[in-house]
């Protein structure tokens, strides 16, 4: 039987209740609080960013927690939750049709329905990747009863993974020089290996950082794309494996997996390409995210990116009229700012989420829109092996010509302070508690020639900030 959802005022229709897909919601319903919006969503939950604050011009720091989606309804009178997933879209009737056979017309959609793991091998049930709540607790019952697991990636989930796991042997495969590619350089990497041997501290040190939580369990059973999982996701549930060791970590480097395999008595086995080959418990499948299009795309024109993702303007307008995309679902494809990048990443998803709701209200009150200020300057706050980690702009130097020059402070377990100079500041990098994102944010956002400095720029006894005001 299909129902057809009465004529929306606006008739605006967001698909994922993730990060992206909510404050798409929260940003429409307060430019136009008459809307009528549907959010359509496949999990059981919503994400929402609470304790939001907006740490620079750039850098922003917030919570995330997943709550019934009534929450929401409660605040938004005029929203409607869907808890079902989309099946199809038909862009030219403007319909998007669900798994339960319901139908729903829009005027305007935004499709936020995020990513999932890359995974090495399909349906190999040793093979895991980490996306949502229930591939987490799929890991850690797993990992209670594993003597040696394989790890293979080398983003950030990866990097969170073999510094928390514990009783447990880990073989980290990683294709690149240096652990932590995606975020840092080989000198980096150098910085933080000796916290992987060294006894973690007790008690954690005090984390500045987005915060993820959970209410109780869920009590689904269906099998549908929970929404990613974020910083911190690991806190709150025991990552132990079931040896009495501390932890042992043995990192392979520029070997990528050949073939995963069953050959004796490991239950899975999984061939480098330097043709070494490892039994373990199970292996976890951390290369990165897939986006969520399939849906959408059967019968209609979206261009798709290289990456996956559908592509999307500077008002995230994907190729399809009427048709708006955020967060890991897309891929940023206007020009972008010299000094900004597309990663998939919760603080993006916000910003994209944020971006889309007004992009959608303005069209619909026909008022014009620019480029929100946050896609200037790449930023993002997290902590690695328990160290704070801030990236600015170009922080590895991505797409820079060989005239940029590099400068380094380097503290050993204390600081590690990169930045990437070329007359200007581009980007840098800023491990522990260094104080200095600020200044160097406001360095890179106003170009200034710092030619005359040199390397003072970096010295430990000037009073950088003094000296910039
Ligand atoms: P998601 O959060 O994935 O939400 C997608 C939503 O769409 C879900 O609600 C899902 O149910 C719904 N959906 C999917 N398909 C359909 C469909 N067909 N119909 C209806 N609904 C559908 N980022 C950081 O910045 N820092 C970190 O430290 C960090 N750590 C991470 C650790 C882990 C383990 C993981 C998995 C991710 C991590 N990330 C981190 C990345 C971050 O979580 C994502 O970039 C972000 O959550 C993306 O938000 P989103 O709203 O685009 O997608």
Redesign the pocket.
């Known amino acids: 039987q299909k129902t057809f959802l009465p004529p929306l005022t606006a008739g605006f229709v967001i698909?994922?209740?993730?990060?992206?897909?909510v404050t798409c919601v929260e940003q429409l319903t307060s430019q136009i609080p008459s809307a009528d919006v549907a959010l359509?969503?496949?999990?059981p939950h919503?994400?929402a960013v609470t304790n939001y604050k907006q740490v620079s011009k750039t850098l922003e720091e917030f919570d995330v927690e997943e709550k019934p989606s009534s929450v929401l309804e409660e605040k938004f009178p005029n929203l409607t939750v869907i808890h079902?997933?989309?099946?199809s879209v038909h862009t030219e009737t403007h319909s998007v049709e669900?798994t339960d056979g319901r139908v729903f017309g829009y005027e305007k959609l935004c499709i936020?329905?995020?990513?999932r793991?890359k995974l090495l091998t399909q349906k190999n049930p040793y093979v895991l990747g980490?996306?949502?709540t229930d591939s987490?607790q799929e890991f850690q019952k797993r990992l209670c009863k594993a003597k040696r697991i394989v790890i293979v990636g080398n983003g950030?989930?990866a990097l969170?993974l073999v510094y928390e796991v514990e009783g447990c042997e880990v073989i980290w495969a990683v294709k690149d020089k240096a652990i932590g590619n995606t975020f840092f350089d080989a000198g980096a990497a150098q910085f933080l290996i000796p916290s992987l041997e060294a006894d973690k501290p007790e008690v954690a040190a005090p984390c500045k950082r987005?915060r993820y939580t959970t209410e109780e369990p869920k009590k689904h059973t269906k099998k549908?794309?929970?929404?990613?999982?974020?910083?911190?996701?690991h806190e709150g549930i025991a990552l132990r494996g079931a040896q009495q060791v501390r932890q042992f970590v043995h990192v392979c480097y520029l070997y990528t997996r050949r073939s995963v395999c069953f050959l004796g008595s490991w239950p899975v086995y999984i061939q480098l390409t330097n043709g070494k080959t490892f039994g373990c418990d199970f292996i976890v499948s951390a290369t990165g995210?897939v986006p969520?299009t399939e849906?959408f795309l059967h019968g209609n024109n979206f261009s798709v990116a290289d990456d996956g993702g559908l592509q999307v303007d500077d008002h995230m307008m994907t190729s399809e009229p009427d048709v708006y995309a955020?967060?890991?679902?897309c891929t940023a494809c206007w020009e972008h700012s010299p000094l900004w990048q597309q990663m998939?990443?919760?603080?993006?998803?916000r910003q994209m989420?944020w971006y889309a709701g007004r992009c959608m209200a303005a069209e619909a009150l026909s008022e014009p829109i620019e480029l929100d200020f946050c896609f200037e300057l790449f930023s993002?706050i997290?902590k690695f092996f328990n160290y704070k980690v801030v990236l600015l702009g170009k922080f590895n130097g991505q797409g820079l010509g060989p005239d940029q020059e590099l400068l380094l402070r380097c503290t050993k377990g204390q600081e590690y302070v990169k930045v990437m100079i070329g007359g200007r500041m581009v980007g840098a990098v800023l491990i522990g508690e260094t104080d200095l994102e600020e200044t160097f944010e406001n360095l890179i956002l106003n170009q200034m020639d710092l030619t005359p400095y040199g390397e003072e720029l970096l010295n430990p006894n000037i009073d950088i900030e003094d000296y910039f005001d």
């Not at 994922?16 to 897909?21: V, Y």
């Not at 936020?112 to 990513?115: A, F, K, Q, T, W």
């Not at 549908?224 to 996701?233: E, I, K, N, T, V």
């Open positions: 698909v994922g209740g993730g990060i992206a897909g359509i969503t496949a999990g919503i994400k079902s997933a989309v099946k669900t936020c329905s995020g990513g793991p980490i996306r949502d987490a950030g989930i969170e987005t549908c794309p929970g929404s990613a999982l974020g910083p911190d996701w995210v969520n849906p955020a967060g890991d679902v998939r990443l919760w603080t993006q998803a989420g993002h997290t």
